[in-house]
């Protein structure tokens, strides 16, 4: 996962879109890694962000992955990395991406390099922090964002109170997922209110085929 391998193998299978979590090395490098620590992906440990581009970079980032429940490491020794966002731009200039911010400090510099490549058109931002989004949407208005949790929640207790039309979130998508709390995120009020909205559906995580079909029947978008 998060590797330029990972990801061009991803394309070479025909996804339509490639999702990845963007954090700050110590020297203020972005880096596409999901945990805050590097121990369960690589040989390194402890926070990314104490580490510089230079050291993250002698770490071997397909050390721990294992398809047959740890009797053999077939990616470990590879020269697998830790990418920069900046690479990623470089290595695959047609793919959609989703980037998920995990480090609320990173905003500044992440809307810069999507500016620097010209890739407002295939990006979209996201994050659980509703209001860590609305900082972004003010600076960069011309890059998409789905809604953070809170946005996404209200407005599906509105949807459900057959309220949605009071409520726009200023977002492109709605990342919900699939089962969340109580919630029946399929419920035919909340799908009509986004769809009213313009508003895209992507669930998270769909791991079957089956419920993976089920949603697509039901209409939604990702």
């Keep these: 996962e998060n590797t330029l391998y990972g990801f061009q193998r991803a394309v070479e299978l025909g996804a339509d879109m490639l999702e990845m979590d963007v ?3 110590a020297d203020s490098v972005l880096v596409i890694l999901h945990d805050e620590t590097l121990d369960r992906t690589t040989n390194g440990k402890g926070p990314v962000g104490d580490w510089t581009l230079k050291e993250l970079k002698s770490l071997d980032a397909g050390y721990t992955w ?6 053999t490491f ?3 020794g590879s020269g ?3 990418p920069t966002l900046d690479e990623l731009f470089d290595a695959l200039p047609h793919a959609r991406m989703n980037i998920e911010i995990k480090q609320p400090d990173i905003l500044t510099a992440l809307g810069a390099l999507i500016r620097r490549h010209h890739v407002a058109d295939r990006v ?3 994050s659980f922090d509703s209001g860590l989004l609305r900082r972004f949407r003010s600076q960069f208005p011309e890059i998409a964002t789905s809604a953070g949790l809170s946005e996404g929640v209200l407005f599906y207790v509105l949807s459900r109170l057959h309220l949605g039309a009071a409520y726009h979130p200023n977002a492109n998508a709605l ?4 089962r969340f709390w109580r919630f029946d995120t399929t419920h035919p009020a909340f799908l009509s209110a986004a769809r009213t909205h313009h508003l895209k559906i992507h669930y998270w995580t769909i791991n079957d085929a089956k419920t993976m079909r ?3 029947d039901l209409g939604v978008d990702g």
């Design 66 to 71: 294992t398809g047959d429940g740890g009797q």
């Design 23 to 25: 954090r700050s090395t």
């Design 214 to 216: 089920s949603l697509v």
């Design 74 to 76: 077939p990616y470990r």
């Design 175 to 178: 990342q919900i997922p699939y």
């Design 124 to 126: 979209m931002i996201a």
């Design 80 to 82: 697998l990395a830790i």
